[in-house]
Structures are given as C-alpha cells and as structure tokens.
C-alpha cells in the first residue's frame, strides 16, 4: 500500500538523521506525515474530479475559502480514511457544483452563514484527541479569528455581485459549522472539547 509505503519510508529517513528523536516524537512525526498524505491524495482526487465535471476553478476556490476558516476554527477529522472520504467529496466536489449551477435566494444564504457565525461563536475552535487545544489562550485566540473571518464573509457577501461567490462564501461557512458542531462529534463516535481531558488547560 502506498501509504504505508510513504510513512515507513519516511520514517527510516527521520530515524537515519535525527538518531536522538524519541518513540513519542516519532509517533507525533507519523501522525503529521499520516495527515499530510492523507490530505495530498484527497486534493488531487478532488481536483482531478472537478477537471472532469469543468467545476475546477469552483473547487479551488471553494477549498481556499473552507481551508481559512479551518486553519482557526479547526474541527473534526474522520478517524478512518475511508470516512474521511466519504464526506469530502461531496463536500468539495458537490458542493462547488451545486454553487455553480444552482442558484439559491440571497435570504437563504444569509440565514446559512449567519446560523454558521453563531456555531462559531458557540463552538470555535473545536479540537481532536490528537490535537487537543490545551492553553485557553489559544482557544480564545482561534474563536476570534474564526469569528472575525465569519464576518468577513458574510460582509463580502452582502457587497458582492457575484453570486457563485456569496454560495461558495455562505457554504464554505456551513462546513466548517457542522465540523465544529458537538452533534457531528457524536455523530462520529469521537470526543468533543479534548483538552478537558488535561488538569492544565486552563
């Protein structure tokens, strides 16, 4: 399998130039390298498939604009390959379709992103078992960026006149929000709020 392929190899060449690294840093260098292809085989699946259905530029943008608000509001990752693919095509392949062909009333845009902004308010930044958001600092921190990167797409929403980018703007919120909810946790069988879990996260 490739995958094994790549960590393993990956591995033997950290072992080789970093002798002094330890078994817990090696195991958090594999999960990183897991992560990283993982997200490398995904993006050029989607992309390719969105060369197929003409929606390329679509899915780019679509994938900028979901990937911003991730980097601060973080959120659930599948805990099998197999899951994880099953929800980012449709994701990042239907949805810029449905952007592109289907037009939705401005209102029911506006309705989606601002019920989106208030699952921010309530539930960014959401964190994993494997990256738990310890320092409430940071926590505090990432809630206000993702907030303030809500309002920034709700405001160019309301001033754009383009109306693939008020759906792909409006959606890329929603996906974020239902990534960040408790219920898709639950959903999911996997732990929500993980840095209860540390005497310190305070």
């Not at 002798?19 to 699946?45: C, H, R």
């Amino acid at each position: 399998m490739m995958k094994k392929l790549f960590i393993s190899n990956s591995i033997k060449s950290i072992k080789n130039m970093f002798p002094d690294y330890n078994e817990e840093m090696i195991e958090k260098i594999q999960y990183g390298l897991e992560a990283v292809y993982l997200s490398l085989t995904k993006v050029v699946v989607i992309l390719l498939l969105s060369l197929i259905l003409n929606i390329f530029v679509e899915t780019v943008i679509v994938l900028l604009l979901f990937n911003l608000l991730r980097m601060t509001g973080f959120g659930l990752h599948a805990s099998k390959s197999w899951a994880c693919w099953i929800t980012s095509l449709p994701a990042f392949v239907g949805i810029p379709y449905i952007c592109k062909y289907i037009s939705f009333s401005n209102n029911v845009l506006y309705v989606i992103a601002f019920i989106s902004l208030i699952n921010f308010i309530f539930f960014a930044p959401a964190d994993t078992i494997k990256r738990p958001l310890i320092r409430k600092k940071r926590r505090i921190i990432y809630k206000c960026l993702t907030i303030v990167i809500g309002c920034g797409y709700i405001a160019l929403m309301m001033i754009s006149k383009n109306q693939f980018l008020i759906s792909a703007l409006a959606f890329s919120m929603l996906i974020e929000a239902i990534l960040i909810c408790p219920a898709t946790y639950i959903l999911f069988k996997l732990p929500y709020n993980n840095y209860k879990r540390y005497q310190n996260g305070v």
